[in-house]
Each structure stands twice: as structure tokens, then as C-alpha cells.
């Protein structure tokens, strides 16, 4: 019942979890605010309905949403719109724990008309379906982000062309150096790389374990 009630003085919240069975959070978590948020952190914790928290974090600027279950699924139609409410992230982190969550295209919604510009994003990290990403970047801007990472699943088609797209658009790396391909065991990674500041990469990286 204490997490029904709002804290509006709460500046950083983790919540982790390994278990495979996390109750969903229900949609008055945190009483739905809190205005002073600026980190937050929940790794296997199931929250569809986070866009009603979002609304009210408008200091929010790391956010990190990883391993999230099959039963936390959020849509890219759902995500962007809440992301649009944070003019001052500047670490995004968003990854699902398998590929059951991927985006299935026959029952996708039709796709956003507007991009959203994110002017303080320097940090965004992926783990998930190709579609998924994709369906995420068409409808993004983020004119100084430096680090990138996408883990993608495995899977048999694997066609990109938004997401070259999107690294064209972004101006830290339209000065690219070097590329490298690295391939082991349980991944293929691609890291593109600037060559006056060793920071600035783009990393994306095929999971073949899913």
C-alpha cells in the first residue's frame, strides 16, 4: 500500500529483480508522481502503464529500463509519446529480457507523423527486435548523442535501413574513422568510431542465443 502514495520529494528509485513471475506495477504506483524524480531504474520489473508516472518526472534524466519481462511489454506507439515528456533525459536505457516482446508487424499501429527532438540525449542503449528499434528511431531526433548501443535478436531477416538512416542524421558521426566488425562465440558486434574522441561510438550488437 506505501507505494500507492506519492513521494514528491523521491530524487532516485532502483528496483531489481531476477525472479521470472514480478507482479505487474499497477497504475498507481508512486500515487502516479514524482515531480523531482531524476533517476530511475527498474531491471525485471514489469510496468506498462509507466507513461502515467513519466508525465509527472519532468527533472527526470537517466532512465533505465532493462530485462524488462514479457508481461511489461510497451509498445513504441506507447514509448515515444512518454519519452516526449523529458526534455532533460540524457541517458535513455531500454532493453527486453527476450524476443517474445518483439513487434509483430500485423498488429502494429500506423506509424507516428511527427519526430520527437531530444536536445540533452547524449547516451541511448537498446536491446530488443530490429522492428522495434526501428519503429523507435523514425520517430526520434537526438542532435548530441555520442554513445550508442544496440543488442538485437537474432533473427533471419535482418534488414536496417532506418537505423543507417538515423546514424546519418546524427552529427557526431557523420565524422566516422573507423569501423570494426568483432565476431565470438554468442554475438556479432559492429562499433563505429570517431577518431578524435574515443567516446564517441555507435555499437550494435546481434544476440545469436536469441
Not at 69 to 86: A, F
Amino acid at each position: 500500500m506505501a507505494i500507492d502514495e506519492p513521494f514528491p520529494a523521491l530524487t532516485s528509485l532502483d528496483l531489481i529483480s531476477d525472479a521470472q513471475n514480478v507482479p505487474v506495477l499497477p497504475d498507481s504506483f508512486l500515487g502516479g508522481s514524482a515531480p523531482r524524480l531524476r533517476l530511475l531504474f527498474l531491471y525485471g520489473i514489469p510496468y506498462p502503464s509507466i507513461g502515467k508516472l513519466l508525465s509527472s518526472t519532468t527533472n527526470l534524466v537517466r532512465l533505465l529500463l532493462w530485462n524488462i519481462p514479457h508481461s511489461g511489454y510497451i509498445s513504441p506507439e506507447t514509448i515515444v509519446p512518454c519519452l516526449s515528456m523529458l526534455p532533460r533525459l540524457g541517458s535513455l536505457t531500454l532493453g527486453f529480457r527476450d524476443p517474445r516482446s518483439r513487434v509483430h508487424r500485423a498488429s502494429r499501429h500506423p506509424p507516428l507523423l511527427a519526430r520527437v527532438v531530444f536536445p540533452n540525449l547524449t547516451i541511448f542503449q537498446f536491446r530488443g527486435d530490429i522492428e522495434y528499434l526501428e519503429d523507435v528511431l523514425s520517430h526520434i531526433e537526438t542532435p548530441v548523442l555520442n554513445q550508442s548501443k544496440f543488442y538485437l535478436f537474432n533473427q533471419l531477416v535482418f534488414n536496417t535501413p532506418l537505423l543507417g538512416h538515423f546514424i546519418r542524421r546524427m552529427e557526431t558521426f557523420m565524422t566516422i574513422h573507423t569501423a570494426r566488425v568483432e565476431f565470438n562465440s554468442s554475438a556479432v558486434q559492429v562499433t563505429f568510431l570517431r577518431k578524435e574522441m574515443a567516446n564517441n561510438r555507435c555499437a550494435i550488437v546481434v544476440d545469436r542465443d536469441r
